[in-house]
Antibody, heavy 118, light 108 residues
């Protein structure tokens, strides 16, 4: 069974940093693009970042460029999101998702909540 | 950036009836469109990709249609488990990969 399990979400102060993790199992992790998608409380879905199989290509939504870094460890079947200079508007549930080669997200993890507040 | 606009924001439907959800793209996305279902407290689930192909395990009462800029998700004979929020997403022009704001299907 394909599984994605996120962790690392917590309460952090504005300007702080946080590292999210996503543990993948049940599929050949190293052969897929991977993504982070977030959802602010009561709001819709917003794509955040993608990373290619070998980490050689990365894409970010404009609002996080220069602050967030997506990375992966194929040996450990893990995806990461390093979040720096956090702002209140970064408060959201962050989902890890597998990106199909054509561009849809499937499956998704259960999400981890990041709250940025003083 | 391609902007995806869904309508209506909320759709009230009785169990057993049909629900018709719309998604419009600000420019053509060909057939590169997906639909997702999200229930409260859960992760989104892929329903449709390629505008009209059901994902694995998705019941036949879900169908997608459209191409270019206008798309429709139809849910026939709504079941209790179908009341949820539905999102469309384009993957024709990226980055960014963009979602609509969602349509909530609620019990009438």
């Amino acid at each position: 069974e394909v599984q994605l399990v996120e962790s690392g979400g917590t309460l952090v102060q504005p300007g702080g940093s946080l590292r999210l993790s996503c543990a993948a199992s049940g599929f050949s992790f190293s052969t897929y693009w991977m993504s982070w998608v977030r959802q602010a409380p009561g709001k819709g879905l917003e794509w955040v970042a993608n990373i290619k199989q070998d980490g050689s290509e990365k894409y970010y939504v404009d609002s996080v460029k220069g602050r967030f870094t997506i990375s992966r460890d194929n040996a450990k079947n893990s995806l990461f999101l390093q979040m720096n200079s956090l702002r209140a508007e970064d408060t959201a549930v962050y989902f890890c998702a597998r990106l199909n080669i054509f561009g849809w997200f499937d499956p998704w993890g259960h999400g981890t909540l990041v709250t940025v507040s003083s | 950036e391609i902007v995806m606009t869904q309508s209506p924001a909320t759709l009230s439907v009785s169990p057993g009836e049909r629900a018709t959800l719309s998604c419009r793209a600000s420019q053509t996305v060909s057939s590169n469109l997906a639909w997702y279902q999200q229930k409260p407290g859960q992760a989104p689930r892929l329903l449709i990709y390629g505008a009209s192909t059901r994902a694995t395990g998705i019941p036949a009462r879900f169908s997608g249609s459209g191409s270019g800029t206008e798309f429709t998700l139809t849910i026939n004979s709504l079941q209790s488990e179908d009341f949820a929020v539905y999102y469309c997403q384009q993957y024709n022009n990226w980055p960014p990969w963009t979602f609509g704001q969602g349509t909530k299907v609620e019990i009438k």
